[in-house]
T-cell receptor
């Protein structure tokens, strides 16, 4: 069935370090892919998305490229800040007969000053 | 622009009691979603509305859960009776349309604790 697998956390980095959070998916049909972020005490909010293969989503210095050949949508940022500390969720949506919107389990990122 | 509003933010009840959660979506958003998020997990879709019609409720435990969206705006999710395993955060989200590429806008959630 359709699913999203993302790397387990927590991920702890020093400020200005490079960030990668891995996300792979399994889906029938042609999914759209999303990264949502949940800051402490706040609701989930969209960080970026990509709706077709080879699309690159970007926002706030974060990037992710929709790789159909490797069924991946890894999140990257070149230089993290303390304010990036949050939980990051990879998600997919697909309509193949029925509508599905599936989230990964989330990866907690902690950035140290 | 006001975001998705949910109430209450926290609820503690005894098992077998009923509980209800309320959601007011962003104005003009036709699609409304209810999710359940267990501790350490991602949200799981319970039900999706297009205007006042429930178009996907396949993951809603219908023996104890019910939902309604009157006049295609506000929505209520009810559990009766609650069980210990229902302890979770219940999230409401809305989007302008219901397509698979649409961005969903989430409320802050209601944290339910069943004792």
């Amino acid at each position: 069935g359709d699913s999203v697998t993302q790397m387990e956390g927590p991920v702890t980095l020093s400020e200005e370090a490079f960030l990668t959070i891995n996300c792979t998916y399994t889906a029938t049909g042609y999914p759209s892919l999303f990264w949502y972020v949940q800051y402490p005490g706040e609701g989930l909010q969209l960080l970026l998305k990509a709706t077709k293969a080879d699309d690159k989503g970007s926002n706030k210095g974060f990037e992710a490229t929709y790789r159909k050949e490797t069924t991946s949508f890894h999140l990257e940022k070149g230089s993290v800040q303390v304010s990036d500390s949050a939980v990051y969720f990879c998600a997919l949506s697909v309509t193949s007969g029925t509508y599905k919107y599936i989230f990964g389990t989330g990866t907690r990122l902690k950035v140290l000053a | 622009e006001a975001g998705v509003v949910q109430s209450p933010r926290y609820k503690i009840i005894e098992k077998k009691q009923p509980v209800a959660f309320w959601c007011n979506p962003i104005s003009g958003h036709n699609t409304l979603y209810w999710y359940r998020q267990n501790l350490g997990q991602g949200p799981e879709l319970l039900i999706r509305y297009e205007n006042e019609e429930a178009v996907d409720d396949s993951q809603l435990p219908k023996d104890r859960f019910s939902a309604e969206r009157l006049k295609g705006v506000d929505s209520t999710l009810k559990i009766q009776p609650a069980e210990l395993g229902d302890s979770a955060v219940y999230l409401c989200a809305s989007s302008p349309g219901g397509g698979p590429t649409d961005t969903q806008y989430f409320g802050p959630g209601t944290r339910l604790t069943v004792l």
